[in-house]
């Protein structure tokens, strides 16, 4: 990894919310404001990244099958 010497004391990077409909949670995030990267695919499943207002790192994911 090479984002640990860079993240502030009480920051927060990869933190995975499982999610049912990545696409309607994508888009329903996005309408909202957040900004969310492409959804990639994975073997362990689709997913989508963001950061909330303190700059904390976020994973949407959606398991496969």
Do not use: H
């Amino acid at each position: 990894m090479t984002w640990f010497d860079a993240m502030r004391p009480g920051g927060l990077q990869g933190v995975m919310l499982n999610s049912t409909d990545i696409d309607r949670d994508c888009s329903d995030l996005a309408a909202r404001g957040l900004e969310m990267t492409e959804i990639k695919q994975e073997p362990w499943g689709r997913y989508s990244m963001f950061k909330d207002p303190d700059g904390n790192g976020w994973v949407l994911r959606q398991p496969p099958g």
